[in-house]
């Protein structure tokens, strides 16, 4: 297929029910090798804060989690039950995810309009961008949500393109599994479906099997919905304390990192697939739901990569345009400056000691909460060792945040650590310490703050050596509180 194959009025480029012809050697082999060099890197660094707290959820299946759907601690749970508990084991499904989305990014290239050259630069501009590679190289819900948003999309271009209806029941099937995961979902098929609804094409909503797609993925959802509707609404809150917590950082760096999410070549490519989705009427609802994707994303103060998924098939159409452009070599050179800087970027390569300090350090999340969580056991450790042997052995730790919890949790049975309790979003629901537990090793919680619930609280050291948010924070042993746990624990509640 060639890019005049999309006729300029904006006509189906394929009749319903032509056979689909695979992508390019070429793109299966940016495929493999994507995945190759992710699983090389699995192993630096460490285990993301994130990771260890899915890990941990993982341990209790649930419908629903109070701050997550439960696919991503699913596939801990069975990253780590079939592979080992390991954070190679982890990230396995990571980098498979990116390889498949490679394919599928090139895919939207050849639905397009784009032929072999279009399809491989979508492949490679996909496989060096900072986006893939951080959702390849740790389990995140970002990992996930960019395969299955992605998957969505190809199925709303076969039906706008193609004029095959068929394609709304796999996007409704798809749509009830990416709930699973987040319910972001409902921004691509909320932008798009206002996009048809201002730009057309309107027929496509008269097709009885998109309303068929709609109980499809209702029913596939229902387990999820019902655990939110049953726990008054929980992703709700979460996006309410997020947006408090975090907005305005993220509005700040929002316009900056459209740029940055995938490299600044590929941002231009972005712009030329926007232009090329608004000249096509069929397709015009997509350039449409891309501005009003980052209108709710700004207005709800979330994330900006919640865009990721459109910054991909933009992409994906501006390499159709750019595979006929006459500086393509000019535009490889951008490409391959991209990609350099992304691995350094998006991947393990600098020195874990080396980290702190860093302008990846501060740009890459991900890579600054990867280095150090094993020290947080490690230190923690120390404490309770210190502990009179009569008090240890009725010990138990608390945790400020998540990620020390899962820290703590999974180098347990390594260190000798006791139960560890948090009050931090999911995991307040899993209760208090038992009554009568006297000790506590508390882990990132002001100490004013415990001296006001324990009668004696004791100064026992902060953890070092790490460039994330866990450097820094204080270890304190409390001793006796002064109400019974079942009364305190309400106080302990937190989001974020």
């Given at each position: ?185 409902v921004v691509l098929l909320g932008g798009v479906g206002l996009g048809v609804l201002v730009a057309g094409p309107r027929e496509v909503l008269r097709d009885g099997r998109l309303w068929a797609g709609v109980l499809l993925a209702l029913a596939v959802a229902s387990p999820n919905l019902i655990y939110q509707a049953t726990h008054d609404w929980p992703q709700f809150q979460m996006a309410e304390a997020l947006r408090i917590d975090e907005g305005a950082d993220n509005r700040a760096a929002f316009v900056p990192l459209q740029i940055v999410l995938l490299g600044p070549a590929q941002a231009v490519l972005c712009v030329a697939g926007w232009l090329r ?220």
């Open positions: 297929m060639t890019g005049a194959d999309v006729t300029a009025t904006g006509g189906p480029a394929v009749r319903a029910g032509t056979p689909l012809t695979g992508p390019p050697r070429a793109v299966l082999a940016v495929a493999v090798a994507t995945v190759a060099v992710l699983l090389a890197v699995s192993p630096w660094y460490g285990y993301h804060r994130d990771e260890l707290y899915f890990r941990m959820l993982g341990e209790r299946p649930r419908l629903g989690y109070f701050d997550t759907p439960p696919l991503t601690p699913m596939i801990a749970r069975l990253s780590t039950t079939i592979f080992g508990d390991t954070v190679v084991a982890l990230r396995i499904v990571p980098a498979l995810c990116t390889g498949v989305l490679v394919v599928l990014v090139a895919l939207l290239a050849r639905e397009l309009g784009g032929g072999r050259t279009a399809q491989i630069l979508a492949a490679a501009g996909t496989a060096t961008s900072v986006l893939p590679l951080l959702a390849g190289h740790a389990l995140l819900t970002l990992t996930p949500d960019l395969v299955l948003w992605s998957a969505v999309t190809l199925c709303l271009l076969r039906v706008l393109l193609r004029g095959d209806g068929r394609y709304w029941l796999w996007a409704g099937a798809l749509c009830g599994i990416a709930a699973y995961n987040r319910d972001l979902i989705l608004w000249r096509n009427r069929r397709v015009r609802s997509l350039a449409v739901a891309y501005p009003v994707a980052c209108a709710l994303i700004l207005y709800a103060g979330g994330r900006p990569d919640y865009t990721g998924a459109f910054l991909l098939y933009l992409f994906a159409a501006g390499c159709v345009t750019a595979a006929g452009w006459r500086w393509r070599k000019t535009l490889v050179a951008a490409l391959a400056i991209d990609a350099v800087v992304a691995v350094v970027v998006a991947l393990p390569v600098v020195p874990a000691a080396s980290l702190a300090g860093t302008p990846v350090a501060a740009i890459n999340e991900v890579a600054r909460e990867s280095v150090g969580m094993r020290d947080v056991a490690a230190q923690t450790a120390r404490v309770v060792d210190g502990l009179p042997a009569g008090e240890r052995a009725g010990a138990v730790l608390l945790a400020g945040n998540y990620g020390e919890a899962g820290a703590l949790r999974r180098w347990a049975g390594e260190f000798g650590l006791p139960a560890v309790y948090s009050g931090h979003n999911e995991l307040w629901w899993w209760g208090p310490p038992p009554e009568g537990t006297r000790v506590v090793v508390a882990v990132g919680y002001p100490p004013a703050g415990l001296r006001t619930v324990f009668a004696r609280c004791t100064p026992a050291g902060r953890l070092s050596g790490m460039p994330g948010e866990e450097q820094g924070v204080p270890i304190t042993v409390c001793r006796d509180p002064v109400r019974p746990w079942r009364e305190l624990w309400p106080s302990a509640r937190h989001y974020s």
